[in-house]
């Protein structure tokens, strides 16, 4: 479990506790996203920054970022399988 304080601030005071909110382990504390969201996330950029080198003329430069593309999503499909098995 992650522990994160809410604080509320005073003019003039530092910080006071307002409340704890408990997030449990392994989720973000925006909840919109978990680890295996972020990876396959990267790997979606990673294809399109190979698509606008391959089109802009690097086409070396496009290869190479593109092969980043699987990797990082069967990364992030053992990440998903790793933590479903945790729990």
Known sequence: ???IARTKSRPGAGPVPDQA???PFGHSPTGLMGSKGW???AG???LGI???LWFSGSKQAGIF???WVPSLWVLASLVDKM???RQ
Request: glycine letters at 4%; proline letters at 0%.
């Open 65 to 67: 970022v593109g092969l």
């Open 21 to 23: 909110v408990v997030f």
């Open 39 to 41: 990876i396959f996330l």
């Open 44 to 46: 979606v950029l990673a």
């Open 83 to 85: 933590e479903t098995a």
């Open 1 to 3: 479990m992650i522990r």
């Open 50 to 52: 190979s698509l606008a």
